[in-house]
């Protein structure tokens, strides 16, 4: 369960408002004032409990992430503490029934990764490999003896997850992926992993590496612990990256592996298996970019107030300012009520790949989009580390692009809509 924090809305959690319904929008003299925050009262949608968790990871992530991620991200580093902080607040695995996990809903779920990518989508990555990718592949497709094993651990962040399935000729196309897995010649129970595995967020630094592989000819999912293998794996870092510089990110190498026979999920075969994953990643993503593009937005709200130009008139006097912060609070406002529609259905066992599809594309494509329009508010003071904007951007076009870049949901939907696979 979570901790005694979850209960009460804490004291301070930053700037941001966190009431809810009418008291949220009113003035002192009772009328209705439109909100900037929440301009189509949104949080009339979330229950106490949810609102309490939101403000909980708010208050963890502006106090205690937000003070790192300046550095974090010039330095190119990952502070692995950050999952044991996580871990200790609930923050891991949250949707999860049992294993040491909070077991909340979905929209619950959603909020705390919104707040989480408000300061930087790395730190989302970090979090959402860890907990959707991995913890929720053991969840829906372990036996109850690798459950026991892992989840509890890695609810507490002692346990480092990722989740290796692209490979550097295979991107968008995981049928095609290389990596085997063959049964070891002499010893029973064991299996042999060999093939390439890159862009993988928390690999250098995972204590549990879970692998796709083609066994026979039919992709399987595997459980390599680092701790247990001898020879023939190699977790080199990726750096010198654009975006995404306050996670980690590498590749797995494996040249025969060993991996125990208990090791592998042994009822799910095909793609369905990491498929089912990536969904649920996919959803934490949609919400995660609302978190960063209403950060933008406040930014660049903040700094138009704050700059004076021209007759020493502030910036957001002007038109064209405020038409970048009117699109950008339009898209931030209807992403966030269509990541609550489908968390709901969610909830209920009711949403389809292709919901998450379309608010997973819309939502990283409209952050994006507006992300770089209000940059151009800062000027030249964008190119600044400081201002934050810059980074954001960066960050958007790394959650635009992977875990299904924008164009593959396109056909993703296209397919649904006409009945006609475009992919080959």
Known sequence: MFRPLFRTIPPTVSRFSL?????????????????????L???????????????TARAYCQENLL???????????????????????????????GYGCAGVGNVASGLITREVERVDSGYRSGMSVQSALVMGGIEEHGTEEQKERFL???????????????????????GSMETVARRHPTKQGVFLLSGSKTWITNSPIADVLMIWAKLDGKVRGFLIERGEVRSGLSTPAIKN???LRASITGMILMDDVEVPEENLFPSVEGLKGPFSCLNNARYGIAWGAMG????????????????????GNPLAKYQLIQKKLVDASTDAAFGLLASIQVGRLKDKGMALPEMISMIK?????????????????????????????????????????????????????????????AFC
Request: net charge negative.
């Open 292 to 311: 960063a593009l209403e950060d933008c937005i406040d930014r660049a709200r903040t700094y138009s107030l704050e700059r004076k130009q021209f007759k």
């Open 67 to 97: 003070p790192r991620v300046l550095q974090a991200y010039r330095d190119e580093n990952y502070d692995r503490e950050i999952q044991e902080e996580m871990g200790e607040l609930g923050l891991l695995g949250a949707t999860i029934k």
């Open 19 to 39: 009431s809810c319904g009418k008291k949220y929008a009113s003035t002192s003299t009772g009328q209705l004032a439109f909100d900037w925050e929440d301009p």
């Open 41 to 55: 009262g949104t949080m009339d949608l979330l229950a106490e409990d949810e609102i309490a968790i939101s403000a």
């Open 152 to 174: 509890p651990k890695m609810a507490k962040g002692k346990l480092l997850g990722c989740f290796g399935l692209t490979e550097p000729n295979h991107g968008s196309d995981p």
């Open 241 to 243: 990256k654009n975006g």
């Open 361 to 421: 594309r819309q939502n990283c494509d409209r952050a994006l989009v507006n992300a770089r329009a209000l940059q151009e508010i800062f000027g030249g003071n964008a190119v600044s580390y400081e201002y934050g904007i810059g980074r954001h951007v960066a960050n958007l076009f790394v959650t635009q692009t992977y875990e299904g870049q924008s164009d593959i949901h396109s056909l993703i939907l296209g397919r649904a809509i006409t009945g006609v696979q």
